[in-house]
């Protein structure tokens, strides 16, 4: 079955793996990661600044503005949310004296949060309708055109962000192929093989289905595991710490989990090709980015070549189409960051803003790159896929020079008994459900 859907394929995710073992380094500074990423994206910034308002002066840094004149220029610089709930380490080490820590917020958005703008030079605050109305998280690279007012704070007219590469043409594939995308099956300790899980093994082996989804089905090429295909066994309540940014050392998995999901996961490779991501809740490393688990917790699926355990962000390209996407992380924290309930508008705003996950490390855990961001997105996907969201969603985003990528929320299976098929052909996506 395998040999009927090869497609052209590369997998482009080398920027996620951090150097080996030993060579890694935890004991740097974030300051590195966020001097790269201004000074990969201020200038892409400035260069689409240059171009949508022609004859508007420069200001190449923050501080350097002269005001009074009321005269418009553009500056660029990361954006930083002064968020009085957001959490902070200090409070971090303070509750891990508490007997019962208090959950984490859900939002972090109040009357109180403030907009900066900061470079190498300084800070400066963004006021004005683009900021009150406009939608930005922490280490969103901007440039904005405006004056300074009275009060020393950048009134900001208008706002725009840095561009990516666009490739053309768009591959073509004469043929319907499809891509399969599940995530959240939540295998655990007292885990049941469930009528819906039996079905949808069946449905993605060709063995279930109606006659008229026969053809889909014996067209897919590669199923994509979104994350958190694990559950947790135990957590210990003495080790966690509400909004901690290090994994609970109380966390375990069951063998039994392991055994199954691996049994799962080999009954798919005898069929279609399997890439595994990792997720929050997986057996991996916690920050981002994560590294693909270990082969050696799948005796069974190792053995085939269709097989591949691969990091979370992952990058590839089938048939040409370039697929990008994340286990749910990025949005889920993003999600805090503002007060709207839109996952959707957040995942096509992380295009505009060509940065797949801004938020870290200021919430998001991460490695501490010094000399690059690999979560900047330099080259236009043709399909962006998030895992482990609540409910499917999908939309064809079209950019500001019109470039249409297929964004998709992949749905946790373990809730919503719900997948999601996505033609490369021609970008259709369509869920596909289980439920009893």
């Known amino acids: 079955m395998i040999a009927n859907h090869n497609r052209p394929y590369e997998n482009h995710s080398a920027p996620f793996n951090v150097r080996a073992a030993d060579t890694r ?41 002269q005001g009074g004149d009321g005269e418009s220029v553009i500056i660029a610089g990361t954006v930083f949310m002064d968020m009085p709930l957001k ?19 859900v939002k972090y958005t109040s009357d109180k949060d403030k907009v900066l703008l900061e470079d190498e030079s300084g800070r400066l605050e963004l006021v004005g309708a683009p900021i009150d109305t406009g939608f930005l998280v922490s280490g969103v690279i901007v440039a904005v055109r405006g004056y300074e007012n009275e009060n020393n704070q950048f009134h ?40 819906e899980l039996q079905l949808l093994m069946d449905y993605l082996t060709g063995e279930a289905g109606s006659v008229s989804d026969q053809a889909s089905i014996a067209s897919i090429c590669r199923v994509v595991v979104v994350g958190n295909s694990l559950e947790k066994k135990t957590i210990s309540e003495s080790s966690y710490a509400a909004g901690s940014m290090t994994k609970n050392s109380g966390e375990t998995y069951s063998p039994s ?18 890439d595994v991501m990792p997720g929050s809740e997986d057996a ?14 799948f005796p069974k699926s190792r053995g085939f070549s269709s097989f591949q355990s691969v990091s979370n962000p992952y990058c590839a390209s089938i048939g040409g189409v370039r697929l990008l996407g994340t286990s ?37 855990a991460c490695y501490p790159f010094q000399d690059a961001d690999p979560f900047i997105i330099d080259k236009h996907p043709n399909l962006y896929f998030i895992g ?45 459900s289980f439920k009893q």
């Open 25 to 65: 380094n935890y004991a740097t500074q974030y300051a590195g990661l966020y001097f790269s990423r201004l000074a990969l994206l201020r200038p892409k910034a400035f260069k689409t600044a240059s171009e949508i308002w022609k004859g508007c002066r420069i200001v190449e840094r923050v501080l350097d503005i």
């Open 87 to 105: 959490p902070c380490i200090l409070d971090v080490v303070a509750k891990e004296a508490w007997v019962t820590a208090p959950p984490p917020r």
């Open 156 to 195: 900001v007219q208008d706002i725009c962000f840095p561009r990516y590469q666009i490739e053309h043409p768009i591959p073509t594939i004469e043929e319907d192929t499809f891509v399969a995308f599940v995530s959240g099956l939540s295998v655990g300790p007292n885990f049941a093989l469930s009528l």
């Open 257 to 274: 989990s392991l055994t199954l999901l691996d049994s799962l996961f080999s009954q798919l490779c005898s069929s279609v090709h399997v």
């Open 284 to 297: 991996t490393n916690y920050a981002l980015p994560q590294y693909a688990m270990p082969s050696g917790l």
């Open 328 to 364: 749910g992380q990025t949005i889920d924290d993003i999600y805090r960051y503002v007060d709207a309930e839109d996952r959707m508008a957040m995942v096509e705003r992380t295009l505009r803003w060509g940065h797949m996950a801004p938020t870290a490390p200021d919430t998001l």
């Open 388 to 432: 482990n969201q609540p409910e499917f969603g999908t939309k064809l985003s079209v950019g500001p020079l019109g470039e249409t990528t297929r964004i998709v929320l992949v749905p946790s299976f373990s809730k919503t008994k719900t997948i999601a098929l996505v033609n490369l052909r021609t970008l259709d996506c369509h869920k596909v």
